[in-house]
């Protein structure tokens, strides 16, 4: 059964960083793409950044140039640095892999950013 474990949220100042860890149960070479997402309360959960198996990356527009997602195919680990937090950064994090069909999610991770 696959797994994704998401580390590493906690709450941070308005400017601070984090970085989000996401342990997956089997090797990343196996999924068509993995990414993050993000849920703030009351809104719909929201793509934030994708990484292929070739490790080709992209991100939405309200985190480019401050998130970078990142993957380490030997700890089968995949990361998003983030930096030049805001407050409208406050939201539960998701770790998401596809092996199409199926998309897998992790439990989320809580990162709060206080202005």
């Known amino acids: 059964q696959v797994q994704l474990v998401e580390s590493g949220g906690g709450l941070v100042q308005s400017g601070g960083s984090l970085r989000l860890s996401c342990a997956a149960s089997e090797s990343m070479f196996s999924y068509n793409h993995m990414g993050w997402y993000r849920q703030a309360p009351g809104k719909q959960r929201e793509w934030v950044a994708i990484?292929?198996?070739?490790?080709?990356?992209n991100y939405a527009d309200s985190v480019k140039g401050r998130f970078t997602i990142s993957r380490d195919n030997a700890k089968n680990t995949m990361y998003l640095q983030m930096n030049s937090l805001k407050p409208e950064d406050t939201a539960v994090y998701y770790c998401h892999a596809q092996r199409f069909p199926v998309d897998y999610w992790g439990q989320g991770t809580q990162v709060t950013v206080s202005s």
């Open positions: 990484i292929t198996v070739g490790s080709t990356t």
